[in-house]
């Protein structure tokens, strides 16, 4: 994942059964029907996917664009989402090895993109206003963002205590930061209700956010 507090050794590690949390595999199922109604993708549009993971969003968003870029840190995330693109013959899934806060391109004029999104990648960057400053130097004016992540939780989230992240996000603080950074008509839906065991072993609900916006044309 870009910019991240954490290596991608832990990622590395969970990356072959990824897929086999079926939370995870509805979340994301749930994430990429939102990304899809809010933003309405179409074949004009390239797109860019940040802490792709193994592509469950990207998967399904992919048929509906002309092109994407899936980009993450964890060589393994990418290396399942690469033999899912080769099994299903997908053609328009370009994936990349890269932190987003380093050039995309090695020193050439950076493309830039009408659509990026990620899924629960967010928490794991640690200067959001940084982050979200980057991610607009690569969106076109009146390029989409649409951005799913946690609410404000309880510190109980994560498995390991010790893991940096943000825990979740306050939704008007967020705004803030994204007008900021050059977006307007931002808009908020909880897109999921996530039910997990936390870390206190105490079953807890867990409101996750789908966030979009405009980058501003002037």
Same mark, same amino acid.
């Given at each position: 994942?870009p910019?991240?507090?954490n290596?991608?050794? $832990?990622?590395? &590690?969970e990356?072959?059964?990824?897929? @086999?949390?079926?939370?995870r595999?509805?979340? +994301? =199922?749930?994430?990429?029907?939102a990304?899809?109604?809010?933003?309405?993708?179409t074949?004009?549009?390239?797109?860019?996917?940040?802490?792709?993971?193994?592509g469950?969003v990207t998967?399904e968003?992919?048929?509906?664009v002309?092109?994407?870029?899936?980009?993450?840190t964890s060589?393994?995330?990418?290396?399942?989402?690469?033999? $899912?693109?080769? &099994?299903?013959g997908?053609t328009?899934? @370009?994936?990349?090895?890269?932190?987003?806060? +380093? =050039?995309?391109?090695?020193?050439?004029?950076?493309?830039?993109?009408?659509?990026?999104?990620?899924?629960?990648?967010?928490?794991?960057?640690?200067?959001?206003?940084?982050f979200?400053n980057r991610?607009?130097?690569?969106?076109?004016?009146?390029?989409?963002?649409?951005i799913?992540?946690?609410?404000?939780?309880?510190?109980?989230?994560h498995?390991?205590p010790?893991?940096?992240v943000?825990h979740?996000?306050?939704?008007?603080?967020?705004a +803030?930061?994204l007008?900021t950074?050059?977006?307007?008509?931002?808009m908020f839906e909880t897109?999921h209700l996530?039910?997990?065991?936390?870390?206190e072993?105490?079953?807890?609900?867990?409101?996750?956010f789908?966030v979009?916006?405009?980058?501003?044309k002037?």
């Amino acid at each position: 994942m870009p910019d991240s507090w954490n290596s991608p050794d $832990k990622f590395n &590690r969970e990356a072959s059964q990824w897929d @086999e949390n079926p939370r995870r595999s509805e979340l +994301a =199922s749930v994430v990429a029907k939102a990304i899809i109604a809010t933003t309405k993708p179409t074949k004009t549009m390239r797109a860019l996917e940040f802490g792709c993971g193994t592509g469950l969003v990207t998967l399904e968003i992919a048929p509906l664009v002309s092109v994407i870029s899936a980009i993450d840190t964890s060589q393994e995330m990418l290396a399942v989402l690469q033999e $899912k693109i080769r &099994r299903f013959g997908i053609t328009n899934i @370009e994936t990349r090895q890269i932190d987003l806060m +380093a =050039s995309l391109q090695n020193g050439k004029q950076e493309e830039c993109f009408d659509l990026i999104y990620s899924s629960m990648t967010l928490h794991h960057i640690s200067d959001t206003a940084e982050f979200l400053n980057r991610i607009s130097s690569i969106l076109v004016p009146g390029g989409m963002i649409a951005i799913a992540d946690l609410d404000k939780e309880d510190g109980l989230f994560h498995d390991d205590p010790l893991e940096k992240v943000h825990h979740g996000f306050e939704r008007e603080e967020l705004a +803030a930061m994204l007008h900021t950074a050059g977006f307007q008509r931002t808009m908020f839906e909880t897109a999921h209700l996530l039910e997990k065991e936390n870390r206190e072993r105490k079953r807890a609900v867990y409101p996750i956010f789908l966030v979009t916006a405009l980058k501003a044309k002037s």
